[in-house]
Structures are given as C-alpha cells and as structure tokens.
C-alpha cells in the first residue's frame, strides 16, 4: 500500500506554469507506475500522463502533449508534473495515482489515489 499527497497547486495566468508534487510513503514507491488524472468541474476524471517504474517511459493525454512534463525521483519517493503554457481549460483538481499495471490512458487502472491538488489558470 502507498500513500499519496500532491502539493505545488495554486493560481496562475494562462501562459503561466506551475510544478505539482506528489510524494509517497513507504518504501515501496519504485514499484508503482504512476500517473496523472485531473478533473475539471462538472466533468469526469480524465487522463493526464503516466511514467513508468523506472521513469524511462511516459505517456501523455493529446491535450497536455508538448505543455507538460511527467518525472519521478524513486530516491525522494516524488513524482512531478511540471505544466508549462497553461491554458484556462487546465483548471482542476489535479490527482496522483499509483497502479501495478501500465495501461497508457487508463484512469480505472489505478488503485490508490493522493487527495488532489487545486489548479486555477485565469485567463
């Protein structure tokens, strides 16, 4: 089991960027794919982006492709999200999400869930 708190989230102007982190207990953080979900008001949790075990492989929602950045420290048991260009439709509860499976673009895959994050981009 791992337990999951984002940070970093916050109010910024479109163009703007922002750096979300998500740190892990235990110790058993390197063996988690992780991920990226937001949901946006009203709306349903979407897929943002996943890394996998090692960080050598991610995968990101069309939307956010070329704008936001996956990574993961195994050694600090954080996983980031760096946002770059934001755009007034990136406003929503950002979540990290650990699953023992890589399924790109899944959001059901995941079995434990941070609290989420605030993200307001104003335009």
């Known amino acids: 089991q791992v337990q999951l708190v984002e940070s970093g989230g916050g109010l910024v102007q479109a163009g703007g960027s922002l750096r979300l982190s998500c740190e892990a207990s235990g110790r058993t953080f390197g063996s988690y794919v992780m991920g990226w979900i937001r949901q946006a008001p009203g709306k349903e949790r979407e897929f943002v982006g996943a890394i996998t075990r090692t960080g050598s492989i991610t995968s990101y929602a069309d939307f956010v492709k070329g704008r936001f950045t996956i990574s993961r420290d195994n050694a600090k048991n954080t996983l980031y999200l760096q946002m770059n260009s934001l755009k007034p439709e990136d406003t929503a509860v950002y979540y990290c999400?650990?699953?023992?499976?890589?399924?790109?673009?899944?959001?059901?895959?995941?079995?434990?869930w941070g609290q989420g994050t605030h993200v307001t981009v104003s335009s």
């Open positions: 999400a650990a699953s023992q499976r890589w399924v790109p673009g899944s959001v059901s895959v995941y079995d434990y």
